[in-house]
């Protein structure tokens, strides 16, 4: 009953997939950016740190997002399973 109500359930978790992929990728280059920035001005390892802690801010609540979005896939499962739910 409740997967009737999201027909749009793999394309979903297919965009999520490719949004978690990316949001790795846009870590990585946050830092890589960081770096160059810093390397500029003459302190890379200053700059490293600044886009370490942008991506940590950034990409880590996305991140958390991404999660929860797919324990809550987990649980609309397990409610909808008869088995394990009797009513």
Not at 51 to 78: N, P, S
């Amino acid at each position: 009953m409740l997967a009737a109500l999201v027909p749009f359930a793999p394309m979903n978790r297919f965009l999520a997939k490719v949004l978690q992929w990316g949001n790795s990728v846009l870590a990585i280059l946050i830092v890589l950016a960081g770096f160059l920035l810093g390397q500029q001005e003459g302190n890379a390892a200053l700059g490293a740190i600044a886009g370490f802690i942008t991506a940590v801010a950034f990409c880590g609540t996305l991140a958390v997002f991404l999660d929860t979005r797919q324990l809550l896939e987990e649980i609309r499962d397990l409610l909808a399973d008869p088995e394990r739910n009797p009513e």
